[in-house]
Structures are given as structure tokens and as C-alpha cells.
């Protein structure tokens, strides 16, 4: 079914939005100090490590975009999020009310909830 | 984004963005070169070159011996094909969305809510079995089609702005 397609791909895309985001901010918000304090190690290897995730970010999110028939805008801010420290954690709930809740829920009053 | 009645309103006729289903006057490819597709293939190029650009410089950092950059010389390839796949699924899109090809066969929006009729029929069953008045069916099917007016204009605006990015 279409559904469970939609719900495995929403789980990925959730799982790797909070890891990469929280390692982003991590590598923002310890790393980059630490490393212009002179030691530089936390900001290396977090950063390798947030460039491997973030692959796997874009790959899941690009899947559930195209699950969801997301239009170009959408999609660019979903795909792009992984690389903003905090975005994916606000694009991730935009994405849910917006997209994936209307989407999962398929009937009419989640319609109507998709405007506001 | 939420006017999509009065957006549709403002799109001034023979606008690229026909109805479902409808035929297309000229080559399909010919929005292809439209000032907002042609910035798009621009932006496209300029960042697929730019990200092997940094690919590039990331490998002659990592051969004089930083071997951080190892990862990212592997990365940024990586991101170059990932927009050309992207850019390619956008025309591949707007090709189908020309055609009106929306058939359930091509993943398109009708096959997204497959199991919806089967949920609104199996309410409506119910409200029948229960004699419930019609109005609450009404307001059902209403709601309904405003539901499916709504995904309609979605699809539509969907290939009104491609080239924004």
C-alpha cells in the first residue's frame, strides 16, 4: 500500500533530519568555537561526520519528496535544511503539518488544516 | 501559496500550465527555453561546476597532505550528480504535467490517496446502514471535493514556478 510506502519514508527522513540536525549544531556550536579557540579536532571530525549523514539526509528526504509529489520549493528548502544549523528541525515540523499530515491522514478535515 | 482560486484567476490565458489532459500547441520541449527555465538550467550548470570545482580543490588540499579532505573530495562529486539528477527529475516532471499524463501507472497524485474512496465510500456505508440525515454526507463530500479541488490547483502551481529554485 501506498501508505506504509509514505510512513517508512517519513520515519527515515525524521530520523535523519533530528541526527544530522543536532550534530550540525553540534559542529556549530561546539566545533566552530572550540576550533577558533585553537582546537580545531571537535570541528574536524564532526564535520566529516555531518557530511556523511547529510548524504544520507538528502538521499531519504529526496525519496519522501517524491512520495509526497512535493513541487521544487518545497523540496529545495527540505534538501537544503540539512545544512543550516536549526533548519531541520523547523523544516521538519513545516513539512509534517504541511505535507505529511495531510498526506498520511487523507481525509477531508486535514484539508481544511493544511491552510492554516 | 494558499489563494491557489485567485492565483489560477490571474494566470492570463494560453499560460504554459494546461489542464489535465489537454494537448499542447507546438514542440512539448519549447518551455525549456523560457526565461525562467533558462535561469534554471543556469543555476543548474553554474552549481554543478561549482560544486566539481570544489571537489577538485578539496583533492589537491588532501594530495599536499590534509587528510580531512579526503572525505570531501568524495563529497562534493557526490552533491555535482545529485543536482543533475535533480534538475533532470524537474524537466522529466514538467514534461509529464505538459502531457497530462496523471495516470495511476505514473505515481502521480490520484495513486498517492489510493485507499481514500474506499475510506470515504466505508463512511458513507456507515452514515447509510445508520440512517443518518444527509446532511452529514453532504458536508462530507463537500469537504471532499474542496480536498480534491485543492490538490488539484497543488499540481497545477506545482509546474507554474519550476524555474524559481
Known amino acids: 500500500m501506498e501508505t506504509v510506502a509514505v510512513t517508512r519514508a517519513v520515519l527515515r ?3 535523519m533530519a533530528y541526527v544530522t540536525g543536532t550534530v550540525l549544531i553540534v559542529l556549530c556550536f561546539v566545533g566552530i568555537p572550540l576550533q577558533v579557540a585553537g582546537h580545531p579536532v571537535v570541528a574536524n571530525d564532526v564535520g566529516v561526520v555531518h557530511g556523511i549523514l547529510y548524504i544520507i539526509y538528502l538521499v531519504f528526504a529526496w525519496r519522501l519528496s517524491r512520495l509526497l509529489r512535493l513541487a521544487n520549493k518545497p523540496t529545495v528548502i527540505m534538501l537544503l535544511a540539512g545544512t543550516v544549523p536549526i533548519m531541520t528541525f523547523i523544516v521538519e515540523r513545516w513539512i509534517t503539518r504541511r505535507f505529511i499530515r495531510p498526506a498520511l491522514s487523507g481525509d477531508a478535515p486535514s484539508a481544511q488544516a493544511v491552510r492554516s | 501559496m494558499e489563494n491557489a482560486a485567485s492565483a489560477d484567476s490571474a494566470v492570463p490565458a494560453g499560460d504554459a ?3 489535465p489532459g489537454a494537448a499542447q500547441d507546438g514542440p512539448a520541449w519549447r518551455f525549456l527555453i523560457q526565461p525562467r527555465w533558462l535561469a534554471w ?3 543548474m550548470v553554474v552549481s554543478f561546476w561549482g560544486m566539481l570545482w570544489l571537489g577538485d580543490w578539496q583533492l589537491h588540499r588532501a594530495l599536499t597532505g590534509n587528510g580531512l579532505s579526503w572525505a570531501y573530495t568524495f563529497e ?5 550528480g545529485f543536482a543533475v539528477v535533480f534538475w533532470a527529475r524537474t524537466i522529466r516532471d514538467e514534461f509529464r504535467l505538459k502531457r497530462g499524463d496523471v495516470t ?3 505515481d502521480a497524485d490520484p495513486n498517492r490517496f489510493a485507499d481514500l474512496p474506499a475510506r470515504i465510500a466505508g ?8 440512517a443518518e ?3 452529514d454526507e453532504d458536508e462530507e463530500l463537500t469537504a471532499y471535493n474542496a480536498y480534491l479541488a485543492r490538490l488539484n490547483a497543488e499540481v497545477k502551481r506545482h509546474g507554474r514556478w519550476h524555474g524559481l529554485g
Do not use: E, I, M, N
Not at chain 2, 123 to 130: E, F, I, L, N, S
Open chain 1, 13 to 15: 527522513y525524521r530520523v
Open chain 2, 17 to 19: 500550465v494546461p489542464a
Open chain 2, 41 to 43: 538550467h543556469l543555476l
Open chain 2, 76 to 80: 562534493w562529486p557526490l552533491f555535482a
Open chain 2, 104 to 106: 495511476p501507472s505514473s
Open chain 2, 123 to 130: 463512511v458513507r456505508a456507515v452514515q447509510a446502514g445508520t
Open chain 2, 133 to 135: 440525515p444527509a446532511d
